[in-house]
């Protein structure tokens, strides 16, 4: 009579831990797409942000000049046309504009960012989820690991250990591309007032309305990353179909490689809401 395996819970261990990392990240994830930067680990890092872009307007104004002796150069023939009213009303209404970019510019992204924010709130609260939406082991797949023997569960342990290091690799590279689109938002209000003195001068407006473009580009990915959850979860909700006559370990195997298929799905979702939002503004 083959010796069942007193310890059998092991692999469904090793499943269900590797599931509840994926869990936790995921959770983590809605938490970051929802969390104001001024509040993310307790708001440190937003106020050094604050104040290194306070530092930076120095800097912006000083540009700002240089900015705009270019743009007069570039777009004035001769003496003759700074005479002109017309034309140097346009002048300092440019610089008066500029000058405001510089120094509201923060408030400006934060609007963006506000907006932005509406979106992702509007796309959760649509679907119905909040993050519970948790990716569980079927009960179907328990029962058989519970009627595996001793020598039959060894194959299947290789399986699992597997599929188990794959999910939570898969896992840790997700939220990092998550953590990576915070990172990035601090980037753009620190270094916002450089990028905003650009739009002093005509011929180098441009760099202004490129940052502008790409901040809202990087807000936006918390939309698309947020829809690709949704789909993730709805997905979840329907685990994989468990054939009743094949064997345990063709079972689990089975039911590893449609999970893994699917969480491939959204990290790779998530990875490309860059790129799907360049293509969306045509950055």
């Known amino acids: 009579m083959e010796r069942r395996r007193p310890a059998g819970n092991w692999i469904i261990d090793n499943l269900n831990s590797a599931l509840g990392t994926w869990n936790s990240k995921l959770e983590e994830i809605w938490t970051l797409l929802t969390q104001d930067p001024a509040d993310f680990k307790g708001g440190g890092i937003w106020q050094v942000m604050l104040d290194i872009n306070g530092a930076l307007k120095a800097i912006g104004f000083g540009m700002l000049v240089l900015f705009f002796a270019v743009g007069v150069v570039k777009t004035c023939s001769s003496a003759a046309d700074l005479k002109r009213p017309e034309h140097a009303f346009k002048l300092f209404i440019r610089f008066a ?31 119905g989820l909040s993050g519970n939406s948790d990716a569980a082991l079927p009960q179907e797949i328990i029962d058989k690991i519970n009627q595996v023997g001793f020598w039959d569960s060894i194959p299947l342990w290789a399986v699992t250990l597997l599929g188990g290091l794959f999910i939570t690799v898969l896992s840790f590279v997700m939220i990092l591309t998550v953590y990576s689109r915070m990172f990035k938002l601090y980037m753009y209000t620190a270094l916002a007032p450089i990028p905003m003195s650009s739009f002093a001068g005509e011929p180098t407006s441009n760099i202004g309305r490129n940052f502008l473009r790409s901040y809202a580009g990087v807000c936006l990915e918390g939309a698309v990353i947020a829809l690709a959850c949704v789909i993730f979860s709805v997905m979840a909700a329907s685990p994989p179909a468990i054939d009743p ?39």
Do not use: C, H, P
Request: glycine share 8%; aromatic share 8%; no cysteine.
């Open 97 to 127: 504009l500029a000058k405001a970019a510089v120094t509201y510019g923060l408030d400006l992204m934060l609007a963006i960012f506000q907006i932005i924010q509406g979106m992702v709130s509007t796309i959760i609260t649509r679907s």
């Open 245 to 283: 006559d094949v064997s345990v370990v063709t079972a689990v195997w089975s039911y590893v490689g449609e999970l893994i298929f699917n969480l491939l799905v959204l990290v790779g979702a998530v990875r490309m809401s860059d790129r799907i939002v360049k293509e969306l503004l045509g950055l």
